[in-house]
């Protein structure tokens, strides 16, 4: 891997609009990735993700070990030759050119992200809630507060969210190091069953097979997004093009990791159905691990993980409306700054009642498979843009990925977003009915934009 030119394309915000505040570190930027990439998918949906492979649920959190490295290496080359907050709506606008392939990228990324915090509110309001509050509390109703205090957080600034988020992701490694050490200890006492470990729930065919892993893997991918998000940091990040290469490969590698551990132990010490069941599966395995560890505390800490996934993706969402606006993607409204917070206020609200909306569609599985379709999707088209934009010569050093990383990236997305991962067809439903909002949305802004030409 090694460093090239690059052309500065650092856009600027609006000349009534104050910038962003550059205040993240290199450490607060591994944090801010690790934070992103854990907490819903692990937390809530291993269960989901068992269920579909059986008590081999270690290997598909392998394969999205994987897929997440080649593509985040393309991510580490673009954001480094483009710093900029509008990610992969802006690597596909200069790669490709073509405005409304741009615009559908761009809605793809928000609405990942929306879903996702979605799949994070109904995380919130299930088995980790009742746990510690029983099941008095209407669900819908706790997954919209909790999407409304989240943006009332982020409109204070980014400064608070990020601080938020590193507490949040110390608690949240906490949980899963809590999980390691009662597998650990398992395995000294001779307690879980290892056999389990190459059980696979397809019968029948190879095929049977390969597709039951692919859907398994699609699925547990969503347990892998985040390391996109964090490069809609880019012009809140001090010094971009040097911090995040680290950050990102270092955030994948210690999620990656943690993620195959978890695994093993959760298939060692409960059985695949038994995970299936339950939208709170880490805390079986509290309970299965013959340890006395508080089951509640272990509730609490779960809940701080979901949130941290809400509170970061709102975060990017908001971040990329305001990007998008900057590159007359969407209208300049979106790209409002509150003057004395300099927060994104429009692209909050924006995409906090979206968000809302989204909430009411669909339960854990189903939002969190529509987060990874969508976001596979995407990862595609970035995969060939960093090929594409090879020609693109620029002044400044930047991390340069080998070629053969991308086009690997690009087979491996497609192949877990076609129909051979196996997904049930709600998913499909779904994205297909955000893609034809996104069209109707393109419609509206290009009858703004030619009462109001770009000059």
Known sequence: MTTSGTSSATAHPPAEEPGLRRVLGPKLLILFVIGDILGTGIYATTGKV?????????????????VAILTAASYVELVGKYPKAAGAALYTQKAFKVPFLTFIVAFMVMCSGLSSASAAARAFSGDYLSELTGDALPPTLIAIAFILALAALNLRGVSESVKTNVVLTIV??????IILAIGAWAVLTGDGEPGRLTEFEADGSGYALMTGILGATALGFFAFVGFEDSVNMAEETKDPTRTFPRAIFIGVAVTGTLYVLVALVSSLLVDH??????SGPLLEVVKAGGVDFPHKLFALIALFAVTNSALINIMMASRLCYGMANERILPRAMGRVLARRRTPVTGIVFV???AIGLVSTGEIEGLGDTTAFLLLCVFAVVNVAVLVL????????????P??????????????????????????????VLLAIGIALWAVNKLVMRARPVE
């Open 403 to 432: 070629t053969a990383l991308p086009v690997l990236g690009a087979i491996t997305a497609l192949v877990l977003a076609s129909p051979l991962a196996d997904r049930p067809a709600d998913v499909y439903i779904r994205a297909g």
């Open 352 to 354: 906090s009642l979206l």
């Open 273 to 278: 159905k038994t995970l299936e069941g339950s």
């Open 50 to 66: 068992a269920g579909k492979v059986g008590g081999a649920l270690w290997l598909p959190f392998l394969i999205g070990f994987v």
């Open 172 to 177: 949240e490694l906490t949980g899963l190091m």
């Open 390 to 401: 090879r020609r693109d010569r620029v002044e400044h050093r930047h991390f340069r990925t």
